[in-house]
Structure formats: structure tokens, C-alpha cells
């Protein structure tokens, strides 16, 4: 089971950090990525990281605005948004990916579990 929180509306420069707590998987046998979809648009890759926190994959659009990590002790994963735009306008999900599929991390369809997603709203 994947939960996301951390919803927020905000305006544009603000930081928010969402976070994803996963519960009922095995260690080695996912790992865990970040999602958005924005309105009327498809899901776009956001971020992926290791069950363990050690390997990060980063969509191409982020440029050093946002960091995805892994909680200590916990099985909580985080996305800290620095810098927003209204274009980081979207409903924001994790999901859960098999390790065996991580060259695919890019690719929503390979994901197996998905949480039931965030609210981000920027705007002034």
C-alpha cells in the first residue's frame, strides 16, 4: 500500500515536500518512483529511487529543483519541490516499481502499485 501527502497550494518560488509511505513490501523486491499528472495532460516522470535510497533517477524537466530521499529508519519516501512554477500544477503519485524493472523507472506503465496521489497547486 502507497500513500502520498502533502498537498498544497502555494505560490510560485515556495518549497513543499510530499512524502510516500509504503507499507506491505518486501525490501528487495521494489523500489519507488514520483509521478504528476497535470490537467488534461499524461503522466510525467518526476523521480525514482532505490528501495535502499542509494540509486536516483530524475526526470528531465527537474534541473536541480527538486530531491527525492528515503525517510531514515522509515519506509517513507520524499519529494522536496524547491523553486515551484504554476507549471508544477499537477496531481503527484508514487508508485512501486520491481527492481528487476528499474531501467524502466521512466515509464509509468511498468509500475505495479500506485498511491492515490497528491494535490500541488502553484499559483499567485
Known amino acids: 500500500q502507497l500513500q502520498a501527502f502533502g498537498r498544497g497550494f502555494v505560490q510560485p518560488g515556495s518549497s513543499l515536500r510530499l512524502s510516500c509511505a509504503a507499507s506491505g513490501f518486501t525490501s528487495d523486491d521494489y523500489d519507488i518512483g514520483w509521478f504528476r499528472q497535470a490537467p488534461g495532460k499524461g503522466r510525467q516522470f518526476v523521480a525514482a529511487i532505490t528501495w535502499s535510497g542509494g540509486t536516483i533517477v530524475y526526470g528531465y524537466f527537474v534541473n536541480g529543483r527538486f530531491t527525492i530521499s528515503k525517510e531514515t529508519g522509515k519506509n517513507t519516501f520524499l519529494l522536496q519541490m524547491n523553486r515551484l512554477e504554476p507549471e508544477d500544477t499537477a496531481v503527484y503519485s508514487c508508485?512501486?516499481?520491481?527492481?528487476?524493472?528499474?531501467?524502466?523507472?521512466?515509464?509509468?506503465?511498468?509500475?505495479?502499485?500506485w498511491g492515490q496521489g497528491t494535490l500541488v497547486t502553484v499559483s499567485s
Open positions: 508508485a512501486a516499481i520491481p527492481t528487476t524493472k528499474w531501467r524502466f523507472v521512466r515509464y509509468p506503465e511498468k509500475y505495479d502499485y
